[in-house]
């Protein structure tokens, strides 16, 4: 049975006071996390070791990085690398994301090097993907996406691929309050689903954790995580408040 993840996303938000409080308050509220479904953290970098105290090593519950640099080591100032990630206990890194790609140029070649150093530092990536409203329009976004996967991620072997995770987010989606329908985000999952099994087979495809994201709030997760092909989400705004994300988690199925 594949995973099923419900990830935070906090961005650039709250101070590390704010971070902990909002944990604490988390705790106090009633939520459960099954065999096969993870809580994952996307914290900042000055936080990543008190929030990862602060969970307390909690079952199924995970930290991630919101980026590492495609760099080994070496002189790159301000840069973050996988293996100082690793080092610390990390254990996931979220790439890709359309702000990092739209802000900080990120391509997709760029982040094939960064899915391989991370893989290397044995960092699972949650890796992004996503259409932009004019491709939407356009009615082009398969093709769209389908080229963000091939391009920074087909170059990996199938046992690499394997249990992978990937989160589909609409940018027209993201942090606007508009939702794609449950039936888009399925559309959309279900071709993602199929590129790999054309690239890879139907087991290794099955076995891939497709997240949705895209203005989940405590409202419409249960709906959109119940679509046979979405395997939980990564969500922004709603997972910096506690009652929204307890409810989330909860909305896995
Ligand atoms: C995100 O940034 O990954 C995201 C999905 O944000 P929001 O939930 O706020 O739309």
Redesign the pocket.
Known sequence: MRKQIAAA?W?MNLTLQQGEALIEALSKIPHDLKDNQEAVFGIPFPYLIPIKNALGGKKNVFIAAQNCSDKKSGAYTGETSAEMLQSIGISYVILG?S?RREYFNESNELLSKKVNICLENELKPIF?CGEALAVREANTQNEFVEIQLKESLFHLSAEQIKGFVI?Y?PIW????GKTASSAQAQEMHAHIRSVFATQYGADIANSISILY????KAANAKEIFGQPDVDGG??????LIAEEFAAIINGLK
């Open positions: 996303n961005k994301h702000e992004c989160a987010e989606a993201i942090g606007t994201g895209g203005s989940v990564l969500v922004g705004g709603a997972s």
